[in-house]
């Protein structure tokens, strides 16, 4: 077979499961119910395969990079994951497979449907193609948001609630309550906005800034080794980047700034109650403004 061909030609070992050994495939069975759970049974069915690929492809890039894994202390997995360095062997493919793809993707008619349809909404209500759009979704119970073709991930937590969400080419942003907790490099094309504005989707104004409330509190925790701090009997995750660190969470609405010196590394959902954040360990009325140097959402 070509598949046992390339890993041998690589050094690498094809190794199977046995008969009658169902045990040795529990992760692979672990992981393809979630994705049943949180992709499939959300999306429903597909049109065609290459809608289905793009879910696939973008649930398993916030699965690896975006998505809180309780077997990691809450930490994501591409956080954990270190590429090789130094000297790599290079992958040796087939000639068949190395010409191939190239052939494939040089035909004139991939370009002409990506602009064709494009050109044919405008007509219909909602901004031209390419646009910034607005629109209203309720979050389903697993957490797992679509629009379009892009995953949101938002956790079971807010399942009920309606977020807003500022969409564009560069960057998706969810709002609840006028509050920014979610931002996202955008996978939706013209095409795809122009779709949500003829759903009904409303011309985005400017992208929303981080909220500036003159009521908050602010608390300061030292970062674990699994990127979480303690707030009350809450466990958040700033991110693994972070261990170690002195940090500054700024509770402010529903919302928690997560500040190390005076960088805003990230913005996150907040679990407390307005009425016991006051009594929280070190809790402190917020400045009135915090100087944000840089936004790495």
């Known amino acids: 077979m070509l598949f046992d061909r390339i890993c041998r030609e690589n050094g690498i070992t ?3 499961t046995k008969v009658a050994s169902p045990t040795t495939t529990g992760k692979i069975e672990r992981l393809h119910q979630t994705l049943q759970r949180e992709l499939l049974d959300v ?4 049109a065609i395969l290459e809608d289905a690929q793009a879910a696939v492809d973008a649930w398993r ?3 690896n990079a975006d998505r809180p894994h309780q077997s990691l202390a809450m930490a994501f997995p591409a956080a954990r994951f270190v590429p090789a360095t130094g000297e790599v062997l290079g992958l040796r493919i087939p000639p068949e497979l190395a010409v191939s793809p190239p052939a494939q ?3 004139a008619p991939t370009p002409a449907p990506a602009q064709t349809p494009p050109a044919a909404v405008p007509g219909t209500a909602g901004p031209l193609a390419g646009h910034a759009v607005e629109l209203d979704r309720v979050v389903p119970p697993s957490g797992n948001m679509w ?3 892009q995953q949101i991930w938002l956790g079971p937590a807010l399942a009920g609630r309606t977020v807003r969400l500022w969409a564009g080419l560069d960057r998706v942003h969810v709002l609840i309550d006028g509050f920014r907790v979610k931002t996202l490099p955008s996978r939706l094309g013209a095409r795809d906005l122009a779709r949500l504005a003829a759903a009904g989707a409303r011309p985005a104004g400017p992208p929303p800034a981080a909220p500036a409330i003159g009521q908050v509190i602010e608390v300061e925790r030292t970062v674990s080794a699994a990127g979480t701090v303690g707030l009350d009997r809450y466990q958040l995750s700033v991110g693994s980047p972070l ?3 002195r940090i500054t969470l700024r509770l402010d609405g529903p919302v928690a700034h997560v500040l190390a010196g005076e960088v805003l590394t990230r913005t996150i959902a907040c679990p407390v109650p307005d009425a016991t954040r006051a009594r929280l360990r070190g809790a402190r009325p917020g400045s009135a403004c915090t100087r944000w140097l840089r936004i790495g959402l």
């Open 14 to 16: 094809h190794l199977l």
């Open 147 to 149: 629009v379009a073709d």
């Open 43 to 46: 999306h429903g069915p597909f």
């Open 105 to 107: 993707a040089q035909p």
């Open 243 to 245: 261990a170690g660190r």
């Open 61 to 63: 890039e916030d699965y």
